[in-house]
């Protein structure tokens, strides 16, 4: 049906930048909210940085200012542009997708995650 697949992460030191990717393939008819989580050690998993329906942005407070989420609508992807690194940022990162797919003559909805990719800041 639909995957979503990630790229970047990694070892950064403090006050570096990262940049993740995330492309979705299939049967796509149309992507309703693209949007980052991230998941550290111990914690629950929590939104980053999301597109919503209405193609306005939201950021989490930890990260405004220093991070920031693009898409590309042509290439069904997104981008997260990650700077001033934080330890506290380390975490594994997922990309979120609601995505309108193509089934036979009828079109789904479906929630998809990325596989997660692992970002680490060294302080």
């Known amino acids: 049906q639909v995957q979503l697949v990630e790229s970047g992460g990694g070892l950064v030191q403090a006050g570096g930048s990262l940049r993740l990717s995330c492309a979705a393939s299939?049967?796509?008819?149309?992507?309703?909210?693209m949007g980052w989580y991230r998941q550290a050690p111990g914690k629950e998993r929590e939104l980053v940085a999301a597109?919503?329906?209405?193609?306005?942005?939201n950021y989490a407070d930890s990260v405004k200012g220093r991070f920031i989420i693009s898409r590309d609508n042509a290439k069904n992807s997104q981008s997260l542009q990650m700077n001033s690194l934080k330890p506290e940022d380390t975490a594994v990162y997922y990309c979120?997708?609601?995505?309108?797919?193509?089934?036979?003559?009828?079109?789904?909805?479906?929630?998809?995650w990325g596989q997660g990719t692992q970002v680490t800041v060294s302080s």
């Open positions: 979120n997708e609601n995505v309108k797919y193509y089934r036979g003559i009828y079109v789904y909805t479906g929630d998809y």
């Open positions: 597109f919503t329906s209405g193609g306005s942005t």
């Open positions: 299939g049967n796509i008819f149309s992507i309703n909210t």
